[in-house]
């Protein structure tokens, strides 16, 4: 068999196909790279207007789902989507619940800055007019007009009083005596007992029915005490609203397309007149709660809480990193003042979904999940389309805390979740509700096809990740090898790896390398010196591995033959960096029932695949020597010097050669190694980890010293996922590695063992000189011996040799 020429073990990126010199004449994607299924997905999502069509980004971290999604919205977010600002106020009538006023974009700072202007000249102008001579000459004179009235009244009664002899005296505030008097002095208790019976009674009867005139004259007096106040607040409305009548007229009329601005101005204006005493007294709580918000202004009563604010009226876009339950939905500060715990509606803050309102909230799935109570309230929030601030403290403890409940607010909103599929297949399993909020999954591909119209796209992918990354330019020679990178990690010569983190690392630490060199801009060369320090950053457990093959530690041959032993490869994984390593797997075999004793499996360091694999192996052997009559031969298998578990069936092929040799007794060549599955029919399957385990064996070879007769075998549809090391290449270019590609066992048998495996005739029978036909006629040898003992059996039990107790245990 021919070895596999140069342009299959790599696949080169021609860059006489592109059209640029550096990534600098490139325009930035601004589409998402080869998501074509995602991005259809995505946008059939965000234009649908009903419920329920939030989107869940399914795929590995790393391939940039969040990158690409804001990129996508930031040019195709739904312009029909309106942002709004949103504000609370007090709510005169009911303190606990602040109102919500929801305003255009851009609006609700302009009436926090109105309201606030409002305010500040107001707490100069009212104290001025209220304490102004004016204003106090008729409040006074209101005041006078209102005593000269009560005393009238009460003089009558008092007047009256005298003339029968009866004092009206103020016994205590707003209370009045009836005393009986002894000429100018009130009469005691000695000499009202010392008047006759007739003038005791002509005192009651008089005090009794000026009991009734004073009763009336204090209603009276009540009455004026009323409409004493009404002039006074009449007064006060009218004084108020000569300061601001014309003021809130203005806002009025500004803000008259908005009712609900309207309204509450207008209630505003009620409200004032019924609050006088902010503005002229200093309350000392008030200033403590403003002192603790760090807002100074005063009154906070009348100011807006802009909870929302939008600079432009576009879409927004929000990604909360942290989505606890406050920094989601909101909470109220409390203000502490001497002991007491208060708040009002200026201390309550927003979260993620009240700045995504009207627009896009983008989270990791696994954070939401993570927090308590957050994916619940982001549900209730979902379904209600309502946002509504509850206090965390009151959802986890039984307790009746004294609280705001805020107006809710209207909820239209697009969540996107990105997380990996186990979490997806979970949701979609135990929570009904998901299903139903979240019908849109947004299926990130890991891959896309290599053809030179991806190879020009994805050079616009490189440019926009150096333009976000604000890294050197690229060359066109740096930017190909970037795309055979990219092939390398997609372990396919027809594909391109959408893992954006992975090429985003390379790029940083190729400009790294670039910048250190003093170059204005990334080269070939520095994308390779990155790649080679990144590889030996990662590689002490590797060497570590093959130093123990330098010293003789660790037995590997590759060079002689040897019966029952093949070198299989395997892929080792330390910290995410994965490389090759050989693997000396032996059998031998000895007389039996045909049975083939795998020791990984019977010593429980083989896993199911591996088990799986050997027992594949064992009925293709059945297959082809087992058909009429039984194996007469048992074999054992095993991985030398492996004191960890093995899995996977990708030794099965390395297994099956070792074994063939065991039977046959025909040599193994040591200068190659082996990896391939094995199915039922004896095709050799596609393995994993090719690239990895070929540069493995080569390095193995490389200490052991080059023959020119070294080389790996792999199967045929594995070729596709070459793309070698440069190191190999060379060699390979010099003839003094090779690499062979095999469909099925018998090819890879002919390759090792150096003799055809040979094919049955119409009786089943194989050739004399061909591997099969060897291990048949070792075969054929021990059922030979095998009739010949069992016809001596008989004879010797004919001739009653056997002793009945013998020959009983024998049957049994």
């Known amino acids: 068999m021919k070895s596999l020429p140069l342009n299959q073990l790599y696949r080169h990126c021609d860059t006489r196909n592109f059209s640029f010199k550096t990534t600098r004449q490139l325009e930035p994607l601004e589409e998402i790279v080869g998501q074509n299924r995602a991005q259809e997905a995505v946008r059939f999502a965000l234009a649908m207007p009903h419920g329920g069509y939030n989107v869940y980004a399914v795929g590995r971290n790393g391939l940039g789902k969040r990158t690409m999604m804001l990129r996508y919205l930031e040019h195709h977010a739904n312009r029909e989507y309106q942002s709004h600002d949103w504000c609370y106020v007090a709510n005169f009538d009911d303190p606990r619940s602040p109102r919500v006023l929801r305003l255009p974009a851009g609006e609700g700072q302009e009436l926090k800055q109105d309201m606030d202007r409002l305010m500040l000249r107001l707490t100069k102008l009212i104290p001025q007019t209220f304490e102004g001579d004016s204003f106090l000459e008729r409040a006074e004179k209101l005041k006078n007009d209102f005593g000269n009235l009560q005393e009238q009244e009460l003089d009558k009664v008092a007047r009256q009083a005298k003339r029968k002899k009866v004092s009206l005296s103020v016994s205590t505030p707003g209370g009045y005596r009836l005393i009986a008097m002894n000429g100018d002095e009130p009469h005691t208790q000695e000499s009202f007992a010392a008047l006759t019976e007739v003038q005791r009674q002509a005192f009651e009867d008089a005090i009794n029915k000026l009991e009734k005139k004073l009763r009336a004259a204090l209603r009276k007096v009540a009455d004026l005490e009323q409409e004493y106040a009404d002039k006074q607040q009449a007064l006060n409305e009218e004084t108020l609203e ?22 509450y101005l207008e209630s505003v204006r009620k409200d004032l007149a019924d609050n006088l005493d902010i ?25 807006i809480n802009l909870m929302v604010h939008h600079k432009e009226r576009k879409v927004p876009v929000i990604v909360e990193d942290n989505p606890t339950y406050h920094s989601l939905f909101g909470y109220v500060e409390n203000v502490t003042f001497k002991g007491t715990v208060f708040t009002d509606f200026s201390l309550i803050r927003p979260g993620s979904l009240h700045k ?20 619940d309230g982001l549900k209730r929030a979902l379904r209600s389309k309502s946002l509504q601030i509850n206090s965390l403290e009151r959802e986890l403890t039984l307790s009746g805390t004294i609280s ?23 949701l979609q399993e135990y929570d009904p509700e998901f299903s139903e909020l979240f019908r849109i999954a947004a299926d990130f591909e890991n891959e896309m096809h290599r053809t030179p119209e991806s190879e020009q796209q994805y050079t616009k992918f490189i440019a926009s990740v150096v333009v976000d990354k604000k890294l050197l330019h690229c060359d066109r020679k740096a930017v190909a090898r970037v795309i055979e990178y990219s092939s390398r990690i997609a372990d396919h010569q027809e594909r391109l790896s959408l893992h954006a983190a992975d090429i985003a690392n390379l790029l940083r630490e190729s400009d790294f ?92 360091l083989g896993g199911n695949l591996h088990s799986k694999g050997v027992m594949i192996l064992t009925s293709w052997l059945a297959s082809r020597f087992a058909v009429t009559d039984p194996m007469s031969l048992s074999a054992s298998l095993t991985f030398e010097q492996n004191y960890g578990e093995v899995d996977g069936d990708s030794a099965s092929v390395a297994e099956l050669c070792a074994l063939v040799s065991a039977l046959s007794g025909i040599p193994i060549r040591q200068d190659l190694a082996i990896t391939g599955s094995l199915n039922q029919f004896g095709e050799v399957q596609p393995i994993g980890g090719a690239n990895e385990k070929i540069e493995g064996f080569f390095e193995t070879c490389r200490i052991k010293g080059l023959s020119g007769s070294q080389g790996v075998i792999l199967p045929a549809t594995n070729v596709q996922n070459l793309m070698l090391d440069s190191d190999i290449l060379q060699a390979v270019r010099q003839g003094k590695f090779a690499v062979y590609a095999v469909e099925t066992a018998e090819e890879a048998i002919a390759l090792l063992l150096g003799k055809t495996a040979g094919k049955a005739n119409a009786k089943g029978r194989y050739p004399a000189n061909t591997v099969f036909g060897a291990i048949q006629k070792r075969l054929d040898t021990m059922r030979e011996h095998e009739r010949q003992d069992a016809s001596s059996d008989r004879r010797h039990g004919h001739d009653g040799h056997h002793s009945p107790h013998v020959g009983h245990s024998g049957q049994a």
């Open 242 to 263: 000569s300061i601001t009548g014309h003021q809130l007229d203005e806002l009025v009329a500004k803000y008259k397309a908005l009712p609900e601005i309207v309204d």
């Open 513 to 604: 390398w670039a910048r250190d060199a003093g170059a204005r801009m990334i080269q070939a060369t520095h994308v390779e010196q990155a790649l080679a320090s990144a590889r030996y950053r990662s590689s002490r457990i590797r060497d570590q591995y093959f130093d123990s093959i330098r010293d003789g530690t660790t037995l590997v041959s590759t060079e002689g033959h040897r019966v029952g032993q093949v070198n299989a490869l395997s892929v080792l994984s330390a910290g995410g960096f994965e490389f090759g390593m050989p693997n000396r797997i032996t059998a031998t075999c000895y007389y039996g029932d045909g049975d083939i004793i795998d020791i990984e499996r019977d010593v429980k």
């Open 404 to 426: 705001l409940e805020p107006e809710a607010i209207p909820l239209n909103v697009k969540i996107v979740l990105f997380g990996d599929r186990e979490t997806w297949m979970l």
């Open 279 to 303: 503005f002229l007294e200093d309350s000392e709580e008030q200033a403590a709660m403003a002192y603790a918000s760090l807002d100074r202004k005063m009154p906070r009563r009348y100011q």
């Open 356 to 375: 995504a309102n009207g627009g896009y909230l983008l989270m990791d799935a696994i954070k939401v999940l993570e927090q308590p109570f957050v994916w």
